[in-house]
């Protein structure tokens, strides 16, 4: 197991031990922070790679702490309690990475745990080819195979995938495809990014009206699986 | 008409043939006179109705004792009477209550013209048949020609008897009218072979009444109008059907009453030429500053005549102005008004000659207009004019300062006069003469102008000291000195009543807004009836309650004075003016005994309140001049209550809204804190798990915990969906996009289930919520899965229909029980013997809210293929995105 240091966030002691817990069984080296002064000593003392945030924090609240730990190129994995789809919206605009909501499940916390450090690792630039099950996006090449078939995108579709597949595993939302693909002046009109998934989808998905590869997150944006 | 325009029904027509169609129908057997067997031919035909199986009772029918009439009346169910006691006598009148409450198809009452005893709800018995009429029940009823209200002048002014019991002429007009006829000797034959009854109080007359040329006038007069009506009824009959008959569209009748007696056979003349012309007609009072004197008995006539003229359905119009004949140039500019009915009274040759003849200044100052001069009748004025001042402290006092004055001056001019000499000495005069017909009035006016001509003619014309004048200018000199009297006190009387009418109409300005600002600033129903009563008191100086209804409790919330209290007859009048919207009591034309007016505050919201006025002496409560004040006062008063009851609504909802906010905000943290421990619990279960426990018990503690934070999301929402709070922010979704991640977020309950998907991707993007979109489906598959067989499939199904898209939820389990499909979605609401499925109820009436707030519709119901059920939401058309954009 790939190892990563990182700072779990969260007034609430039992979710900070059983996170500890799993976190430490897979190999992460763990620290501990109740509050928002506490993590701000932690993260001055040593930088981890990965900040486990709560967003609900006694002293702060946590969508205010998100720029200034983002400044200091630290990956952020929020934590919600909340429903409401606009609050992690924002926190990805403010430079979250990511976001997992309570009550979350261990595997999947893990799951986005690894995709953020993963990211974290690899510098921009160096992932040029990703595999997900038989499909294969080359994004210098500009090609995308399925079981070694070249399968024809249109220029569209094949950005909107490349932005995905980029940041594999990843959620991005709506207004940053949008302004990434069709540009600054359409980044309300979700209907374009709907109707071109649902063209890559009939392109890419074994079977198009149960998508595993490009999954919704309803009211946020899409991300790209790592392993469908 | 050259109009090229299709002819069209008048509106007017219409309506009144619509309100014709749904109240009663009322038949009238008209007679010239009693005896002619009215009452015989109304029970006959309605013994033919009862035959033809018609539900025919009889309220009221007077045999007299007669057997062929009795013999008539056997096969009739008859109403009882209901017995009134009244001074020592029982008078027995037709029970309108029980008529009403047996509500038969149509009933018989005799004696259309009948006055009731005092205390039954109506005076007359045609008020009693128009509420007959408008509880929908036919009526038939009798009448004699003399007591239709327009023809009571005519048929006086020929048998010299003037009846009492008056039928207004609008009844007949809404009635179909049968004669009943019998030619004069036949009838005089009956009345010798005595087969006619004869009220006593017409017996004196008799011998004169039945004369022959009597008979036959008062048989023209009923032919005629039977005539009339049928002609009026066909009339309305073209205007409705637009049959393009002709009518003199253009007249307008105007007649101007006064307070003199005359003005009631003005009113009856103008119904019977605005009859005969078929052209609306107004009664038009002026009121002038001569008003402000007139007896109470002369207001109270006027008010009489001017009720007489709504109810022979004039439009009345009371204005103000500084003479009648300014007045009536203004209104007969107003109206356009072609005829002009107006009364010629019996005045004074001097009373003319000050005043000038209205008919001759209106004949001058209106060419073109049709003017009926209707002599005064033969009651001359009893009482002095109006206009007499009476002869108070204050003018005694006046007259002696008029002498005092002329007396000053003589002795002034007796000091100056052998430097000016004599003949500049009238000069002087005029100044005392002047001076007193300014300040004084007419009447000291012209005292002055006759003293001083004395004064000067005694004191300075030669011969002095004898009212002998020998020089014919002198007479003139004297002459212009009574002259300039009389001149300046008009002219001066006149300013001060301009003065006075302004100064009146200033003054109930000032009150009415004065009585607004009062309302308007408070804000408490018991505070404004209060100040209602107290202010409505002092402005009309009557007494006054203010009467709220809760529900059907009425009571009384202010009076003034406060002791004020009402008899069960007045609480009676009351709640008739809360029922019909319309007054009631003394002064109006329902429970008159009452000595109590009652007037509806009323709005658009309805009654919201009745006041009641009173004056002590129990006389008219309100006179007709004061009446337009009054309604300025109630509409001030209706709109104060109802500035408060929509206040109180508002408030309702404000605390309402509060309340369901509170709850809302609380139970939102309590889910956020919630989640906290739940997460904890999925961890630890998941901690157990990767230990190697038993996986089983480690997937229910997650499956279970999970549903527990559902099961508080639905507790939240449903708070906030009741609470209006619900914020919705539509984006285009993608079906299969929607049902995915749902089907995703509950795989862990739905583990060991087949998932059927069958959305076809080529269907249409909606509008609509995500989150509220995604709690949908969620709820929808929990239910499949608590109520689908274990372990069966779940199956979504997308369709393109007609209407929109469809989006079906469907399990294969036992389905819905019978009648259940249209409950399924309340709340609280739980299928039989479901308890074991843990399921709260509040699942589906989320739902339904939440699809409500998006205006999508739900359905449940049973699959027509196999067992199970069938949840269906459809989005409109007008939801949806057309992909081609």
Known sequence: MTGGDILVVDDEPAIRTLVTRALTRHGYGVREAADARQLLHAITVKRPDLVLLDLGLPDRDGLELIPQLHATGVAILVLTARYD?????????????????????????LARVRTCLRHRHVAAGEARQVTIGDRTIDLDLRTVTRADVDIHLTPKEFALLAMLAKHQGRVLTHGNLLREVWGEAHVADIEYLRVTIRALRLKLELDPANPVLLRNEPGVGYRLSVDP | MTSREPARPSPDALLRQAALEARGRLKIFLGASPGV????????????????????????????????????????????????????RILSEMDLDAVIARAPALVLVDELAHSNAPDARHPKRWQDIEELRDAGIDVFTTVNIQHIESLTDVVAGFTHVRVRETVPDHVLESAEIEIVDLPPDELIERLKAGKVYIREEAARALHHFFSKSNLSALRELALRRAAQT??????????????????AGSERILVAVSELPGSDALVRTAKRLSDAL??????????????????????ERLSATLSLAASLGATIVTIPAASVIEGMRDQLAAMHATQVVIGKSQRSWWFELRHGSVVDRLVRASPGLAIHVIPAAGEVRAAKPAVTQPLDWASWGSYAITIAAVAALTLVALLLNPWIGYQSIDLLYLLPVVACASTLGLRPGILAGVLAGLAYNWFFLPPIHTFTIYDPQNVITVAVLIGVGVLVSQLAGRVRAQALLGGRSARENAAIAGFAKTLGALSDEAETAHAICAEVSRILEVDTVLLLRDGRTTRLVAACPPENRLSAIENAAVDWVFDRGEPAGRGTGTLTSS??????????LGVLAVLGVARGDSSEPVPADRMLLLMSLIDQAALAHERLRLEAEMRDVASIRERDDLRATLLSSIGHDLRTPLTAIGAAADALAEDGRDAVLVATIRDQAQRLARFFDDLIEITRIEAGALAIRTEPIDLTDAVASAVHDMRIALTGRAIELDVPPNLPLVRADPRLLGHILINLLDNAAKFGAAGSAIRFEGRRVPDGVTLAVIDYGPGLPPGMELRAFDRFHRLKGSDRTGGTGLGLAIVKGFAQAMHLSVSAMNRADASGAHFSILFPAALLIDEAA
């Open chain 1, 85 to 109: 789809s606009a609050e992690k919206v924002t926190a990805l605009d403010l430079g979250a990475d990511d976001y997992v909501t309570k009550p979350f499940d261990t595997e999947e916390l």
């Open chain 2, 37 to 88: 067997g009215k009452t015989y031919e109304m029970l006959l035909q309605g013994a033919a109705r009862l035959n033809d199986g018609i539900d025919t009772v009889i309220g009221v029918v007077e045999t007299h004792g007669r057997a062929e009439t009795e013999q008539l009346v056997a096969p009739f169910e008859v109403i009882p009477r209901s017995a009134i006691a009244y001074h020592g």
């Open chain 2, 230 to 247: 049928v002609d009026a009824q066909m009339l309305d009959h073209l205007k409705a059907h637009a049959l393009g008959g002709t009518y």
């Open chain 2, 278 to 299: 078929r052209a609306p007609w107004t009664a038009l009072h002026v009121e002038t500053p001569r008003d402000a004197r007139l007896s109470l008995a002369d207001r």
């Open chain 2, 595 to 604: 000595e109590w007016q009652f007037r509806p505050l009323a709005t658009a």
